[in-house]
């Protein structure tokens, strides 16, 4: 079975592996035991010790924080129950004119504002640009990932969670 | 070497018993142990490896048939080996979105008793391009042939080029001015075209008759014919060395292993759930010669979609929510949904083990009655569909990415692909003859940026996964106009930590013609039709048209003078307008305008790729080799990126990582100080969304979705606490 150290998959991870070992890995065998070593690498990397669950996206954490499971920023930032949509906790910037969208897009032609505009999900205590959504005005927030977290775990994973007093 | 058949073949029947049997056992033809496999796994392997290398060596025989530089340069074609029943068992390389398509196309014959009448007989070759029937497009040509053995139907061997004339209202293939079915192009509706391995004469002629440049569809047609005998000889051969009995038993357990690979790698690779991403397209031709008054001239769809991956592996995508089909070239019929799903899929999740219509079976679509995604009227035309295929399987490669990131496979992680401009041409050749063909340089888009580095640049696209955009010289020899740049565009990738590739633009010099009718399609207008993710910026992918007619550029040769290359970074005045006397056109939408003539200059923009994670966490390093090379600006570094270069002493960009630390600390505080909370910019956009106060074609769109859709009228309604029907007059 294909198996990688803690260190090739944080380095993966990370960006930082070169490239004709990345591409070896791209090419091969998936690892059956990438999940759990992912799941370490990561929490080592944040600052916190609620343990990760889910990575849902670069920055961004689903964890169990005491008898609660919540999605939370690497800086600590709680969005709350991870089964509701962070991004309505988060900090938003909307570029809905052309002042503000010629500053991601400096020589192209721009959308038109009445038609588009893009969505900055941001954290509200570190700042850090979680997700961009280009929507036309009005759109609703797309809740992105409702995962079967507990399916994920108990199924596929074979190592079910703990059951949750306040029902997480 | 025809096997005349000796029985009557009734496999009609045996299409319809193993659809039962699947719905019976859920596994493909009742097919719920793979015998063959476990008694030999190796002969079973190497069997499949046998199939798979005749078609990639049928696919490479036939591209030197062929005289399209689309099919020769671009390697526009596929082909494959199916079942009796249509199912595939295994393809080549190149466009292999239409694997499944033809498979939809032989049961099609299979179900309208084809085997009565006209009848299926060795020898025979059937063409199909009806998209109801079975393929994406009208360029999109299929022939398939029957393969016998003993007497008996066997299998089918099929083979798809696209063609680069289609004979519609607008020249090229991807027909933009196509409104309806009938301006679409020469329709060949699941004919048998040939007969004892010959294409029949009068099948010949009707093309020739009736196409701009013959030349490219009927050499095609023999290029495919050719592919075709070739597999099915090969077959044959392996069917005496292997036996009948054995190989029926064997090409059907390689499609049930398929699915089963499937359902094993989405269970590998992803997390179970529900995924939700969105993108849009715009269309605006209010005022533009040719386009008849049957729809609104200008208009948005939305194309949501919600993906569901089950506990067992299967993934659903549901489209629920978007728009309905309209008088336009861009609606697409279930069969090019299908091979939108089945091209992705073998990208990325079927990269080992076996590819064939398995990996299809352990997936659904749910395609929404009435939509653009599958039309309840056939009448409509289907020439683009890509322009809206190509931003949806966008979102749903950001869906699958998104799963891959949960479980851990970030190398697999792909922000998506993006539509690539197509543009066509027709009227009167450099060599004073007439002509028509689509140049397929845009075959090399920009990919969208990877979780672990920036995307491809000018080498992706999501149809083809050989992308090549072809040599220069190649295309100067079929069409009248000469280039005189073809150039990296600089931020043309979304930004993000890694960005997305970046794409070309084509400059020409129009020569030796005094009548080129230039038409564009497959481009958003007034909104990206893609996405980032993870804080990653959509690419800029709603470019307008930039033309110069009459122009001076013969005067400024003679006189050494320098020409313009490119449009330049200026997006307020272009190179041209720097560079070039003449009347400058800056159109929107698609290029439907009067034929050019010698000495008019014209340029053409492809898309790149969206962009993956936070902007303020873009390498210095990579950057400045990014502006030494012309991939970014050193502006955008710096605004955008966060990132201050300085010079060495050669003049070449260097990182200053110290004052990037502080200037990406400003940019930081700047960004929370200008953001808001959501709940507070929700607060105030329900009063907006209340008074429905949009541009029309903003409110045409709500109440189009809201018209067809329950869930998105009660999503909307909850997310803003507002009565959707009422507020879009969509009661």
Known sequence: MTSYSKEVIADLVAG???????????????????????????????????????????????????????????????????????????????????????????NSDLPDPDWMEIREFICPECGTLHEVEAAAPGYP???????????????????????????? | MLDKPASALRIRERLLES???????????????????????????????????????AREMARRISASPGVREVGEMVVAIYTPEGDAIALSNGIMVHVHTMSRFIKWMVRNGYEENPQ?????????????????????????????????????????????????????????????RFTEGLFVCAEKVGENDQLRRDYVIRCERNLRMPIYWVLDEKAKVASCIDMRESVKALIDEIGLDYWMQVSKEFIEEGRRAQLARTRQLTVPGIYRGHTFYGH??????????????????????????????????????????????????????????????????????????????????KLPHGTWTNPDNEMVATATSWALLLPAYGVFQRLLSRSFIARGFVEEAFVGQVNSPMIEMGGTSQYGTPFGMAHFECAAAGSGALAIKDGLDTAYVGWNPESDMGNIEIW???????????????????????????????????????HLRLVTSEHSSRVFDNGGLCGGYPAPTCQKHRAVRDSNIFELAENGAPLAHHTGTNPYRSELEVRLEG????????????????????????????????????????????VENGFLTKEAAEGIFGIVLDEDEEGFPVANLDATKRHRA??????????????????????????????????????SAIKLSPRFTRDFSAFWDVDAKSTFGAE
């Open chain 1, 141 to 168: 927030i797309v809740h992105d990932f409702e995962p079967d977290l507990e399916g994920f775990y108990r199924d596929w994973l074979g190592k079910p969670l703990e059951p949750l007093n306040k029902g997480g």
């Open chain 2, 120 to 180: 299926i007989r060795d020898g025979d070759i059937f063409a199909n391009n009806d998209a109801f029937i079975g393929t994406v497009q009208v360029p999109d040509v299929m022939d398939v042939v029957p393969i016998f053995h003993s007497g008996k139907l066997v299998g089918w061997a099929g083979a798809v080029c696209h063609e680069l004339e289609a004979g519609g209202i607008t020249p090229g293939g991807d027909v933009a001015l196509a409104q309806e």
């Open chain 2, 583 to 626: 009347e400058h056109v800056t159109l929107e939408g698609p290029y439907i305008t009067a034929p050019h003539k010698t000495g008019d200059v014209f340029a053409h923009s492809y898309n790149g790729g969206g962009g993956y994670g936070d902007v303020l966490e873009r390498d210095p390093v990579k950057t400045a080799w990014d």
């Open chain 2, 666 to 703: 400003e940019m930081r505080a700047e960004r929370l100080a200008r953001a808001k909370p959501v709940s507070e910019w929700m607060a105030k956009e329900r009063e907006r969304v209340k008074a429905a106060d949009f541009a029309p074609e903003v409110k045409k769109m709500y109440a």
């Open chain 2, 284 to 365: 605006v031709t209010a005022g533009k010669p040719g386009y008849q008054p049957l729809g609104d001239p200008d208009w948005l769809y939305n194309i949501p979609i919600e993906m569901e991956i089950t506990s067992d592996g299967k993934i659903i995508m549901d489209f629920e929510g978007t728009q309905p089909w309209g008088y336009h070239s861009m609606n697409c019929t279930p069969a090019g949904m299908d091979g939108g799903m089945f091209v992705t899929l073998t990208q990325h999740m079927n990269f080992e083990g076996l590819v064939n219509d398995g990996a299809w079976m352990a997936t659904e679509l």
């Open chain 2, 19 to 57: 659809e039962r049997l699947m719905d019976e056992t859920g596994c493909y033809d009742g097919i719920t142990e793979l015998h063959l496999r476990n008694q030999d796994p190796l002969k079973f392997e190497t069997l499949h490896t046998k199939l798979r290398a005749y078609c990639v060596s």
């Open chain 1, 16 to 106: 930082t592996l070169p490239w004709p070992q990345t591409r070896r890995i791209m090419s091969a065998y998936k690892d059956d035991d990438r999940f759990f070593k992912y799941v370490a690498v990561l929490q080592e990397r944040v600052g916190w010790k609620d343990p990760i669950l889910l990575p849902v996206g670069d920055h961004l954490f689903i964890c169990q924080s005491g008898d609660e499971r919540v999605t939370k920023c690497e800086c600590g930032h709680s969005f709350g129950d991870y089964r509701k949509n962070w991004k309505l906790k988060a900090a938003i910037i909307v570029r809905d004119s052309e002042e503000t969208l010629r500053e991601i897009y400096p």
């Open chain 2, 476 to 514: 100067e020899q079929n069409m009248p106009m000469l280039y005189i740049g073809r150039s990296i565009v600089p931020n043309s990738g979304g930004a993000g930590k890694y960005r997305g590739g970046c794409s070309f633009l084509s400059t020409w010099l129009v020569s030796k013609t005094d």
